[in-house]
């Protein structure tokens, strides 16, 4: 699976960069931990805006899941890029997105990110559906 989720990732970028803005690509990390799947409430993922560094967690998801978190934290990664980490002072914090006006406009962003994801799957899925239509 994770050659599989390499290679979504690497087809995924591009489109990723060019709809989100972001100027320089993040470091990707994926975090193989069995603990943490077996957590209801484990990480998915997270960004560490000091490092440009995203890391996901992998064990027991779905490749889309995964994908949708790293379109998530790539909207913070792009954040980033764009100084909006500059204005933040409480990131980490327990309930750090309830509690900050800015940093939970940063996260609803974030959130409404998966959509990149899905309109890139739906680009793939049509080249792969009309690719079919013409070999017959």
Not at 27 to 44: W, Y
Not at 70 to 89: A, I, P, R, Y
Request: aromatic share 10%.
């Amino acid at each position: 699976m994770i050659d599989t989720l390499k290679s979504l990732i690497k087809q995924f970028m591009p489109f990723a960069q060019e709809q989100m803005g972001f100027d320089r690509p993040p470091k990707l990390f994926l975090k193989q931990d069995k603990e943490n799947a077996a957590n209801p409430m484990g990480k998915t993922g997270y960004y560490d805006p000091a490092s440009e560094a995203i890391t996901l967690f992998v064990t027991g998801r779905h490749p889309k899941d995964i994908m949708r978190s790293l379109s998530h934290e790539l909207m913070h990664h792009t954040q980033n890029c764009n100084g909006e980490f500059d204005k933040v002072s409480s990131m980490g914090e327990q309930g750090y997105a309830q509690n900050d006006p800015h940093l939970r406009t940063m996260e609803i962003e974030a959130y409404k990110a998966s959509i990149v994801f899905r309109d890139w799957e739906d680009s793939c899925k049509g080249t792969i559906y009309y690719e079919h239509l013409q070999k017959g």
